[in-house]
């Protein structure tokens, strides 16, 4: 096949191309449902959560990325008129990272 030939692929190629998807849509739910994840699932589901909101202000959308083991949060958020600044977070107290002469 030449790589500079721009006819449609045809035969095998496009049948892989067709199935590689749900090839891999059929792999990740057979991990999924596999002894390991069932385990760590049911060892992890007798832990009590609590789900915490977190933002920044009324108007900001607010993603956290990260999280220690201690609590510290790390993540972005837009501010009312659309300026991406980073964050960290700890008990409720929030730490706003600009870079100075970020371009963001």
Known sequence: MNPNDSRPIKGRSLRLAKS???CLFTVALLASRSPAAENSHSATASNAYTFTPISLCASCSTLPIGITANGLISGL???AIGNLHAFVARNGNYL?????????
Do not use: H, K, S
């Not at 706003?96 to 963001?104: E, K, N, R, S, Y």
């Open 20 to 22: 590689l998807p749900l």
């Open 77 to 79: 958020y837009f501010d």
């Open 96 to 104: 706003t990272v600009d870079v100075p002469g970020a371009l963001f």
